[in-house]
């Protein structure tokens, strides 16, 4: 039998009392070595889950990047879509029955429901207002009106408001009923 630490023989009966005061010391390292492993084991999962994590963030924000990517220009076409539906709306019966401008109103309104089919696609929706009660998150109240509607219900549409999928893309501007 030899010692260990400097290979000098041992006899067999020092051979208990050299394992017996190893065993601690070996003992102790072997838990610290547990521990270092179950340390390691632990930062191991914790930087598989951030990975993960920024994966998925990730993911949505290309997912959102498409999905939203158009926003901008969703917003500028919707002056278009006002201006159109204006132009629209002030013509009179007996213009629309005048069979000089009939292929040119006949043209604005194949135009605005082209525009409205262009919105539909791309998840562009106009927002309910009149009748409904204030929403702050999709109205923005402009005035309030006496009416013998409930307190806060919407009388007045000034101007349409548009959600992109789940996104306002500009809130509609009302007028809403006047408490007594």
């Given at each position: 039998?030899t ?8 006899e067999?009966g ?5 394992a017996?005061a190893?065993?601690?010391e ?12 179950a340390?390691?084991q632990?930062?191991?999962l ?7 994590n920024?994966?998925r ?10 999905a939203?990517?158009s926003?901008?220009?969703a917003?500028?076409?919707l002056?278009?879509?006002d201006?159109?539906g204006?132009?629209?709306a002030t ?6 029955e005048?069979a000089?401008?009939k292929?040119?109103?006949t043209?604005?309104?194949a ?10 696609r791309?998840g562009?929706?106009r927002?309910?207002?009149?009748g409904?009660?204030?929403?702050p ?5 402009m ?7 409930a307190?806060?219900t ?6 349409a ?7 306002l893309?500009?809130p509609a ?8």
């Amino acid at each position: 039998m030899t010692n260990i630490e400097n290979d000098t023989p041992v006899e067999d009966g020092a051979t208990e009392e050299t394992a017996a005061a190893l065993a601690p010391e070996a003992q102790d390292e072997s838990a610290k070595l547990a521990e270092q492993i179950a340390a390691l084991q632990q930062d191991l999962l914790y930087a598989r889950a951030e990975t993960q994590n920024v994966t998925r963030r990730k993911d949505k924000e290309i997912a959102d990047a498409h999905a939203y990517a158009s926003t901008k220009f969703a917003r500028d076409i919707l002056s278009v879509a006002d201006n159109l539906g204006r132009a629209l709306a002030t013509l009179t019966p007996e213009q629309r029955e005048d069979a000089a401008i009939k292929p040119l109103i006949t043209g604005l309104e194949a135009t605005e429901r082209e525009l409205l089919s262009v919105f539909e696609r791309n998840g562009i929706t106009r927002i309910a207002a009149i009748g409904l009660p204030l929403d702050p998150n999709q109205h923005q109240a402009m005035l309030e009106i006496p009416s013998d509607k409930a307190p806060g219900t919407i009388v007045q549409e000034m101007q349409a408001g548009y959600m992109m999928k789940d996104r306002l893309l500009r809130p509609a501007m009302v007028g809403v009923a006047k408490a007594g």
